[in-house]
């Protein structure tokens, strides 16, 4: 049986399709779960009152750091409850504020504190704990957006190496990050001509990330983005450090190929049942035998994904068969078993991150565009 980690509160927006309060707390013994919240809020909350309405362009506010910071655009804007996302200004260098969800802040604080060393991951740098707002540097773009752009491979697998890198500092401490997308690996670069050079990457959105004790799984949380999400997070099985790297296997391909692997249609994606159209590509291109038997074992029979999954299964056939990726022979055969070794159906049979670093088709290049 899987171990889990079992969630206290979840919430729902734009950008996090599912959240865990990381505030539940594992007591060894008997596994039972505190919820301390309520005590952390009284205190945040009788000493600073909590905004109900967004910023406006202008507002300044003085941080922990004593700096101020005067906003200048909000990016993102959600209500009940109030998670907002601004950019900012102080003393000539851009920042992005970040409205914290309601009672995670000093948990999240902790959490990032402990990987702030890593250069590729994005931590905060100062924040405001009666508001509950954290404020990070702000990257000048991101996966998504960049790889648009003519790169060179080698600049492309550097920026994959790089994130890669961030990954397995963030499983060293067993945090899961839980989101892991295009739009959430943020970078800096410059340009000389038409020459692209990358100075930064970082991972961001650690405001998802859980920290899991050794050998706990998350369990029924819909993590993640429809296009990049693990097959066990849409059944809402066992989730973990496994599910960041299937997640970051796609993305790898987006990056390497331009190609987001499951991506349907509109009126698919918007459907209630979109799982079914997605899923149907997991197992198109990542199916093998061994990984969906394993991924069957993992969810359990009483899953009701475990007869969808073999419902799915059954619908390729001669005239419409599967399209492994292993069997993509137009793409680089060392990247294929990269990819194919995260994408394992089952999560248990997963490369690790630091396993992906290991792996031959980024070392063939050395440490080029690595930062």
Known sequence: MVPYLTPVTSFCTRRII????????????????????????????????????????????????????????????????????????AEGQSFVIKNMIPGEYEYQQDLQKSVASCPNLRTVVDGLPGPELFIYPF????????????????????????????????????????????????????????????????????????????????????????LWRSPESWARAAQGTPSDIFSFGIVCIFVMLNNMVFRVSDSDLAASNSWRYILRRHISFFGEEDGFQGLSQWIGEENPFFERLITLAGTFNAAEPRKPFATWHFVDAGFRDLVGKMTVLDPAGRMTAAQALEHPWFAESGDEGVL
């Not at 505030?23 to 013994?29: E, F, K, Q, S, Y």
């Not at 080698?154 to 945090?175: C, D, P, Q, V």
């Not at 650690?206 to 369990?219: Q, V």
Request: one cysteine or more; glycine letters at 6%.
């Open 18 to 89: 599912a959240r865990t309060s990381p505030w539940a707390i594992l007591v060894p013994g008997n596994w039972r779960l505190q919820n301390h919240v309520a005590s952390s809020r009284r205190t945040i909350s009788s000493q600073f009152p909590v905004p109900k309405e967004p910023f406006t362009q202008g507002a300044t506010l003085r941080g922990q750091s004593g700096r101020t910071y005067t906003i200048y655009g909000v990016l993102a804007e959600r209500r009940d409850p109030l998670l907002c996302v601004y950019r900012a200004s």
């Open 139 to 226: 990257l000048e773009t991101n996966f998504l957006q960049f790889s648009q752009k003519s790169l060179s491979v080698a600049t492309r697998k550097g920026m994959l190496k790089s994130a890669l890198a961030s990954l397995a500092a963030l499983y060293e401490k067993n945090i899961a990050h839980n989101d892991i997308k295009p739009n959430n690996i943020l970078l800096d670069y410059e340009k000389t001509g038409d020459t692209f050079s990358v100075t930064k990457v970082q991972i961001s959105d650690l405001e998802d990330a859980l920290i899991l004790p050794l050998g706990k799984y998350l369990r029924d949380g819909l993590c993640g983005n429809q």
